[in-house]
């Protein structure tokens, strides 16, 4: 896999980039980095801007406004054949000829995107994707799984330094799913910069290193935990046998410890500035009251928390 670029500069590069077709605003106000070598999610709900964002990026579109630089190269007509040698962009249906082979099906992209070397990169690409021994298949003798492996060996046949993937594991079942997240860490592990759209947010949270979600406009960008913690404070949740007989006395000037309050189910919720010192603490405190302590547990707020959170406050969005 080729990693031609040998300055650091980002991969991508979004500054205010905006597309509008006729009156309706597909994205705006779009600005920011992708690091060489990062898998990059790109979340949104139905009719957020993530594809056009991707066919924009991918110079299959062009911009309304704004700039990007795309695999170290600035986004312009120009040098439209020169950036789609550097990425490759796997949209959402792979798009395979369903009566050719495996093999038939990558020598025919070879030929379009008129690349060289062509017997060597098919067998890259097939051994990238563990499709080797189904090279001389028909596709449409394939699983939807395998043709969705087929499609990122095709998107695989440049040696991209930028791979653009469209919801990869639409459709797929959770084991088929998981074979794409072990060939995208595989990609990763071999330098390449992957810019993920995906609604799973399990899977982003799995694998991308930052993730950006998007309403239209950009709502945030940050590491999954970073988000995490931005929005949701620390929790401590406590249960015990039977209600403590003073809990203000058992939890009022814990170090670590804010607040504190019972929850719906008689527990105790204690908000947190620092779990590590909190919750040794509480539990020193409660063996001291002599609790029956059940169980004494840390917050765990998911990505699909944190996503939830800043979509629900959009409202519906228009598709
Ligand atoms: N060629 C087009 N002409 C007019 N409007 C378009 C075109 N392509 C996309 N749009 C509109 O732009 C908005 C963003 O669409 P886009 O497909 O980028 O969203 P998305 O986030 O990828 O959605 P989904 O998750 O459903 O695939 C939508 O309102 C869509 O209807």
Redesign the pocket.
Known sequence: MSTTLKTTSPALAVTGLA?R??P????ADLSFQVDQGEVFGFL????????????TLGTL?APSEGSATVAGLPLTPENGIEIRKRISLMP?SPGLYLRLTVAENLRFFAGLHELTDVKERIDRALRAVNLTDRADDPCRSLSKGLRQRVGLARALLNDPSVLFL??PTSGLDPVSAREVHELIDGLRRRGVTIFL?T?RLAEAERLCDRVAI?N?TLRTIGRPDELRDQLFSKTLGIRTSRPLADPAAVFDGLPGVESWQTDDSGGYVLAVTDPDLAAPAATRALVAADADVLSLSQSHHSLEDVYLQLIDTDGE???
Request: glycine share 14%; aromatic share 6%; net charge positive.
């Open positions: 597309k077709f006729g309706r605003t597909a994205f949104g709900p139905n009719g957020a801007g993530k594809t056009t964002t991707v066919r579109i959402e469209d919801e759209t609604h998007l239209t969005t228009a598709s």
